[in-house]
């Protein structure tokens, strides 16, 4: 068995509200798509390294707060982070044993789920779309991992949680 995270709730919820706020934050018109999910990221992560205190009710409220904050659909996005906090998890248990290329490989594949996910509710409500440019973020993201992964890693280790 793992041993317990240390990690505050208040660090983690303020770490969350960070990727809220990289995840709103506008950008040029043709990098857009290029995106990484910010919020989805640091929802794996405090997941995966204190999965005590982060769930999937931490995924609905984010969920909740970035649909208000972007103005779509209310609970798209909160159904959307719930679904990749219990994937999150269903894996954790085999993610902590991965080494960080590893790890990146199996954030592609959770992203890419709830990309296509996303995309398959909203095509529900009709913003229908035959490009698979949709699941360009899961992919920088997935690239982004070994580095956010170790620097998160680095300021933990700083103030002393282990």
């Keep these: 068995m793992a041993r317990a995270s240390h990690v505050s709730l208040p660090v983690i919820w303020l770490a969350l509200l960070l990727a809220l706020c990289l995840q709103v934050m506008p950008l040029a018109e043709g990098w857009q798509v290029y995106r990484p999910d910010w919020l989805g990221l640091m929802l794996i992560y405090g997941c995966m390294r204190a999965p005590e205190r982060v769930g999937v009710l931490h995924g609905f409220v984010l969920g909740i707060l970035l649909d208000l ?94």
């Design 69 to 162: 904050t972007q103005g779509g659909a209310l609970g798209q996005s909160a159904l959307v982070l719930s679904l990749l906090a219990f994937l999150c998890a269903l894996v954790y248990p085999r993610f902590r044993t991965y080494s960080l290329v590893q790890q990146a490989v199996l954030v592609l594949v959770l992203l890419g789920i709830v990309q296509l996910v996303e995309q398959w509710v909203r095509t529900l409500w009709g913003d229908f779309s035959i490009h698979l440019a949709f699941l360009l973020p899961a992919l920088s993201s997935a690239l982004l991992w070994p580095w956010l992964a170790t620097l998160l890693r680095a300021i933990e280790s700083r103030s002393g949680a282990k």
